[in-house]
């Protein structure tokens, strides 16, 4: 569902769609999901990342009620184990 945007400005919705940033690339959703959503699409463990929304942390017990807009900033952290 999620697929990078060929939108060149950021801001309003576009036919439906939600065009934002995620990990410093422009991507637009068909429709609104939340954080949790976003992390299962990305086939990512919930447990092994971080998500930053707009600057401040969700926390993971609120990643399923956060929902998505227009314009929002994501960034993803994963943690990976290594010696």
Do not use: C
Not at 33 to 39: D, G, K, Q, R
């Amino acid at each position: 569902m999620v697929a990078a945007s060929p939108a060149t400005s950021m801001g309003g919705q576009h036919d439906g769609r939600i065009i934002m940033i995620v990990n410093g690339q422009r991507e637009t959703l068909e429709a609104p999901i939340s954080v949790t959503e976003l992390i299962e699409e990305r086939g990512l463990r919930p447990e092994r990342v971080a998500v930053e929304l707009n600057g401040d942390i969700v926390p993971r017990n609120k990643r399923s009620e956060v929902m998505l807009h227009d314009g929002d900033t994501v960034e993803i952290v994963a943690f990976v184990q290594g010696g």
